[in-house]
């Protein structure tokens, strides 16, 4: 109790140095619970985005289906096997073509993915209902990425050709239904949906797919519905490994973030402990000389160290709840973030801070700085009363 009394009282004599140790570790607590925040958004958000929009319980596809082929030829669908019919009916899958074709809004050329969707299907959280407008020849919509490709707006027509499932080509005149907002850049840029059954029709393939997409809590058996080898199902884990592993990456680079946040804490209070031992001295001969022993004087020194610690935990609480409530609320804007196409996250990012994480991160901060806080302090073990009350290490 005694040691306690006499480092809380060195600490307040500290003043300014005492101040801005403090405020170094606060600042390394609010960073890493910041940076831990936005991690975890970024990982729900890209998990939630590709599984509601692209994913869903998982696929069942053509086995000529590359969806890393940017060139999709007419070997990639084929006619939806009986056993879908009851699935579709029962509302656990919605089928899909995709093609590749060329637009030319406002007489430009651009290269484009056709994905022809169910205008009633409610598997995934796209807004398929728009192409329910019959005032429209053939509506279609598209993502706000395509629409700053195109330039295109609302209501706004243009020609698009395809070469149908017999190679030949055709073009016809398109209108946009809506431009939305679709999370997934893989499902917005280049991308333009119109309704599967106009689809087909142009195609000139009848009740053609290329995929069923399965409803995320379907009470089936996949395997069970698979007709042939021609048909290959891809499960929810096969069809998100490509996003876990970028998650994996994006860990090891919030961690390298933590680790220069503490670093930059740890330095300060080293720096402190190194400057305290050459500075007081004649203190310690004098507490030795008073019968204190030199355990006692370390415990004394790293006690001091660990009450910075301690007090920025409040002081961190104090000034940086607010901030990261303000900061979970309203968002870090970011007008370049949609170019980077990370699924789910737009112009800002919002974080979501795990509870389980923040006295994890107290915990270790603080046993840390305790740990380099000791090391300086072990030089004491050879200290010799006499000396160090003439100023001198013995």
Known sequence: MMLLRLALKNFIGGGLRSFLNVFVLSLAYIGIIGMQGIGENLRRSMFEAVIAEEVGGGHIRHEAYDPYEPFIDQDTFATMPEQFEDLLIEGEGTPMLIVSGMAYPQ?????????????????????????????????????????????????????????????????????????????????????????????????????????????????????????????VFESQEDLTADLRELTAMMDIELYIFYFLFISLALISVFDTQILSLFRRRKEMGTLMALGMTRKDLIRLFTLESALYAIVAVLAAAIYGTPVLWLLSKHGIRMSALDDFGIPGVTDAIYPCYNPELIPITIVIVVAVVIIVSYIPTRKIARLKPTDALRGKWS
């Open 107 to 231: 007489g430009r050329m651009q290269a484009v993915t056709l994905r022809g969707i169910e205008p009633e299907q409610d598997i995934l959280t796209l807004p398929s209902a728009r192409l329910r407008n019959e005032t429209m020849a053939i509506p279609v919509f598209i993502g706000r990425r395509m629409q700053r490709i195109t330039r295109l707006e609302e209501s706004d027509t243009f020609m698009l050709r395809w070469r149908d499932g017999s190679g030949v080509f055709d073009a016809r005149q398109m209108q946009v239904a809506a431009v939305t907002n679709i999370d997934s850049q893989g499902l917005d840029a280049g991308n333009i949906w119109l309704p599967l059954q106009d689809l087909q029709d142009m195609m000139r393939v009848e009740s053609a797919i290329t995929l069923l997409v399965l409803a995320e809590d379907a009470k089936i058996e996949p395997a069970t519905l698979i007709p042939d080898d021609e048909w």
